[in-house]
């Protein structure tokens, strides 16, 4: 059982690594000086609110770094300790960022939890019309004004559209997203660090 246990984490995290390799490659997260660290703690009372992970402002981290795992954006630094940091999650309820639907026309909206459902995201604020398919895939939507820039690199893969029902789109401009990464199973994270300084760094509340 011991030997079948080891292969089956062995498996998952080498999976994790890939999908975080693929993201090195797609939308150079290499750039922005990627921290990797391990998951060391989940409340099961929030299990899909917050992690706690091995890394800390000793390795640049600081509040509100964007965090990837499993081949997607699972959240952003909440609290950061000098060997340590809270993550709080996509899923949660304080979460909000802006994001993009990548086929079609491209809209625009504002990624938030779906109440009772914590699988599931709401990508809100679209256009009534908006030009939406069920798979289409949602990523960071990024932007630049000035000096303010998005909290998050353009282009980090969140996750793809669920089942769209265009009565809830047109009167509440609003559709499911289910998220890339497996929010209760991922083990490693990628923690963007930088840059920093250079810009005020802005970012939907």
């Known amino acids: 059982f011991r030997r079948?246990?080891?292969r089956s984490t062995e498996q998952l995290q080498n999976a994790q690594l890939t999908a975080e390799v693929g993201l090195d490659q797609t939308v150079g997260v290499r750039n922005y000086h990627p921290v990797g660290a391990n998951v060391i703690g989940r409340d099961p009372t929030l299990w899909y609110q917050?992690?706690?992970v091995d890394a800390g402002s000793a390795?640049?981290?600081e509040q509100g770094d964007p965090v990837l795992a499993d081949g997607g954006l699972v959240g952003d630094v909440?609290?950061?300790d000098a060997s340590v940091a809270i993550v709080t999650l996509i899923t949660a309820p304080s979460y909000g960022a802006a994001a993009q639907i990548t086929d079609h026309a491209g809209d625009t909206g504002i990624l938030a939890p779906s109440v009772g459902n914590p699988n599931q995201l709401l990508l809100q604020d679209l256009p009534g019309r908006a030009q939406v398919a069920q798979g289409d895939l949602v990523v960071t939507a990024g932007f630049k004004s000035g000096?303010?820039?998005s909290l998050y690199p353009p282009g980090l893969p969140?996750?793809?559209v669920g089942n769209v029902n265009q009565?809830?789109?047109y009167n509440n401009n609003e559709v499911p997203v289910s998220p890339t990464a497996d929010l209760r199973h991922f083990s490693s994270v990628q923690i963007l660090t930088r840059p920093h300084a250079a810009n005020v760094r802005a970012q939907v509340p």
């Open 158 to 160: 969140i996750g793809t």
């Open 167 to 169: 009565n809830q789109l």
């Open 147 to 149: 000096t303010l820039t």
């Open 59 to 61: 390795e640049g981290i």
């Open 4 to 6: 079948v246990l080891f």
């Open 78 to 80: 909440k609290t950061v």
């Open 50 to 52: 917050q992690v706690e």
